[in-house]
């Protein structure tokens, strides 16, 4: 069973730079597709950013692109979020979650396609 925990979430000033981490263990890191969802309170889970098995493909949120970047260390089993430019708007829980891939370039931007979730972390931006 894998499982995924989610750090570095905390209290920002808007146009700060914030980077998240989410350790994996449990299973074949290299097996797995990862991304980064959101939750705003009162609002539904949104898509962030996926980064595939290989590391060579991601994929981000239209309205978040150019602000954002995901890596993925597999010596380390991780994943790493950072955000730029943080605004107000950017304040959520932040989930990792990970996902079973055959493919070693899929990305996967729909919170269904994913097997295992963190518990998140809370991202605060205060203007």
């Known amino acids: 069973q894998v499982q995924v925990v989610e750090s570095g979430g905390g209290v920002v000033q808007a146009g700060d730079s914030l980077r998240l981490s989410c350790a994996a263990s449990?299973?074949?890191?290299?097996?797995?597709?990862m991304g980064w969802f959101r939750q705003a309170q009162g609002k539904e889970r949104e898509f962030v950013a996926s980064?595939?098995?290989?590391?060579?493909?991601?994929d981000f949120a239209k309205s978040l692109k150019g602000r954002l970047t995901i890596l993925r260390d597999d010596a380390k089993t991780s994943v790493f979020l950072e955000m730029n430019n943080l605004e107000p708007e950017d304040t959520a829980v932040y989930f990792c979650?990970?996902?079973?891939?055959?493919?070693?370039?899929?990305?996967?931007?729909?919170?269904?396609?994913?097997?295992?979730w963190g518990r998140g972390t809370q991202v605060t931006v205060s203007s």
């Open positions: 449990g299973g074949t890191f290299s097996n797995l597709a």
């Open positions: 979650a990970a996902a079973r891939s055959e493919m070693y370039t899929s990305t996967y931007p729909f919170w269904h396609e994913y097997d295992y």
């Open positions: 980064i595939s098995r290989n590391g060579r493909h991601t």
